[in-house]
């Protein structure tokens, strides 16, 4: 079986999207579990043999597992092997200490505000930090950069409201924030929309317009939840078209 070419079901009336070949193992483990061919408590196959079967590469491989764990299907226990810990469905992934709807929660009550603050207190200085970041992030195609760059945007927004305990929690989040935003660029394609979305906060921002700014926060958050509830509830999603490929981007 190759996921490396291969195609997943859709509807015939939406548009492909190209996926990674991670998200077509992934996808295939998950179902496998669901369905019950790996029961709780089962060990799944090695890594060697999974590649084989699959034909993928093993940074492919483990970037898969790390997602189902995420998902909290599996556990990766040393020495032994990954272990089905759950059937699913998943209802509420973690990233690293933090659950995904407490750490929604948190940014809805902190991100949202913090960018009317930010409005109205920005320095030129701020306006050309975000700017520059956000331009290096649309050049960015190394996922692994452009997460990084991700949580320093939100950081920088949080420096420009001028409240020093605002950036105290967005560092104290920044991990989960890393995490979860690997998770979405990988799963859900999100790169070029969430550059979209942060090209709106800084033009808010820039023109000093508390509303807009909050407006554009707050958007870009219920996007951010919008695409996990597809990734880890995808029957309350739209049915789509994919076509997976080992080079990992949205087409």
Same mark, same amino acid.
């Given at each position: 079986?190759?996921?490396?070419?291969?195609?997943?079901?859709?509807? !015939?009336?939406? +548009?492909? #999207? @190209?996926?990674?070949?991670?998200?077509?193992? =992934?996808? &295939? %483990?998950? /179902?496998?579990? *669901? $369905?019950?061919?790996?029961?709780?408590?089962?060990?799944?196959?090695?890594?060697?043999?999974?590649?084989?079967?699959?034909?993928?590469?093993?940074?492919?491989?483990?970037?898969?597992?790390?997602?189902?764990?995420?998902?909290?299907?599996?556990?990766?226990?040393?020495?032994?092997?990954?272990?089905?810990?759950?059937?699913?469905?998943?209802?509420?992934?973690?990233?690293?200490?933090?659950?995904?709807?407490?750490?929604?929660?948190?940014?809805?009550?902190?991100?949202?505000?913090?960018? !009317?603050?930010? +409005?109205? #207190? @920005?320095?030129?200085?701020?306006?050309?930090? =975000?700017? &520059? %970041?956000? /331009?290096?992030? *649309? $050049?960015?195609?190394?996922?692994?950069?452009?997460?990084?760059?991700?949580?320093?945007?939100?950081?920088?927004?949080?420096?420009?409201?001028?409240?020093?305990?605002?950036?105290?929690?967005?560092?104290?989040?920044?991990?989960?924030?890393?995490?979860?935003?690997?998770?979405?660029?990988?799963?859900?394609?999100?790169?070029?929309?969430?550059?979209?979305?942060?090209?709106?906060?800084?033009?808010?921002?820039?023109?000093?317009?508390?509303?807009?700014?909050?407006?554009?926060?707050?958007?870009?958050?219920?996007?951010?939840?919008?695409?996990?509830?597809?990734?880890?509830?995808?029957?309350?999603?739209?049915?789509?078209?994919?076509?997976?490929?080992?080079?990992?981007?949205?087409?």
């Amino acid at each position: 079986m190759n996921l490396s070419d291969s195609q997943t079901g859709g509807s !015939g009336f939406t +548009a492909p #999207r @190209r996926v990674s070949a991670m998200e077509a193992v =992934l996808n &295939h %483990l998950r /179902e496998a579990i *669901e $369905r019950g061919d790996y029961a709780v408590g089962d060990k799944l196959p090695s890594e060697a043999e999974l590649c084989r079967r699959l034909e993928v590469s093993r940074p492919v491989l483990r970037e898969a597992l790390r997602a189902l764990q995420t998902m909290g299907l599996t556990a990766s226990r040393t020495g032994k092997g990954t272990f089905v810990i759950s059937s699913g469905p998943v209802e509420d992934p973690t990233f690293g200490d933090y659950v995904a709807s407490d750490l929604l929660e948190v940014r809805r009550h902190i991100e949202i505000p913090v960018a !009317g603050y930010a +409005a109205r #207190r @920005r320095s030129a200085e701020d306006l050309d930090h =975000l700017s &520059h %970041l956000l /331009e290096r992030m *649309e $050049r960015e195609t190394d996922t692994t950069a452009w997460v990084a760059m991700d949580t320093l945007f939100h950081l920088a927004v949080a420096q420009a409201a001028r409240n020093p305990v605002f950036r105290r929690v967005i560092e104290e989040i920044r991990d989960a924030l890393a995490r979860q935003s690997a998770f979405l660029n990988e799963l859900g394609g999100r790169r070029e929309q969430s550059n979209r979305e942060h090209r709106a906060i800084v033009e808010a921002l820039a023109d000093g317009s508390e509303h807009d700014a909050v407006e554009a926060m707050s958007h870009h958050l219920e996007r951010v939840e919008t695409t996990l509830t597809s990734i880890v509830r995808p029957a309350a999603a739209d049915s789509r078209t994919t076509a997976p490929t080992e080079g990992g981007q949205q087409a």
